[in-house]
């Protein structure tokens, strides 16, 4: 056999190697990944039928549902951004419903979690530095609100979202608390 012939069997049978390792871990991940499928499935089915609750007036169901959602990401991993983001559901829920108490606590929760999943200046953490500054204004705590709002214009700048939202919301806190409102 040849060098050249040598080198060619050499690759092929590497190349064979190479694709059953590859075919192996392929349906290794499938059969792993499906559960996770199927619990965010879940968790999007739940997220979604809250929301269409809510829409059709019944807050009691999209309460309810937006729990279960939590529950359901809960499954993916505890500090999961699914888990988080179903979290910050129910917080935004609680905040339209008037209960600034509770959608405080849920946003910080949430805000944690996205920080632990994603580091301190992913973009997802914008939502939740927004509900934050929103319930800091029903409470009246300006100060709070400029610091949530001005963390969540400098993540932004970073990651080239625009600002200009953010800024009129700023300066409209700026504007309550200079009036002492």
Known sequence: MSYKSLGIFLFSAAAAISLTA???????????ST???????????????????LKGGDKT???????????????MAADSPEHAAAVANLANFYYAQGDGAQANQLYSQSLAMHEKALGLMHVDLVTDLVGLAKVYVL???????QTSYQRAIDISKKTDKSTAELESEMAKVKELASKGK
């Open 139 to 145: 409470e009246k705590k300006y100060a709070e609100a």
């Open 22 to 32: 590859c075919n192996q871990a392929a349906s290794e991940l499938s059969t792993t």
């Open 61 to 75: 169901a999209a309460e309810t549902k937006y729990k279960e959602a939590i529950e359901a990401a809960k499954i």
């Open 35 to 53: 559960p996770v499928a199927a619990d965010q499935a879940a968790w999007k089915k739940l997220s979604a039928e809250a929301d269409a609750a």
